[in-house]
C-alpha cells in the first residue's frame, strides 16, 4: 500500500524519512476528544 507522498514522486527522487506525531501528542488528542464526554455523560 503506498501512500500518497510514495506515489507523488518525481523520477528519481525518494523518500529518506517519515515521521509520526510523538504519542504524548496523539494521547492527549485522544484525551481532548474523550475527556469532555466523559465528564458530560458522568454528571
Partial sequence: MSS???QS???GETVILRAQFHWLYVG???GAL???QTLLLGL
Fill in 4 to 6: 500518497y507522498i510514495d
Fill in 9 to 11: 514522486l518525481g523520477a
Fill in 28 to 30: 492527549y488528542a485522544w
Fill in 34 to 36: 474523550l475527556l469532555p
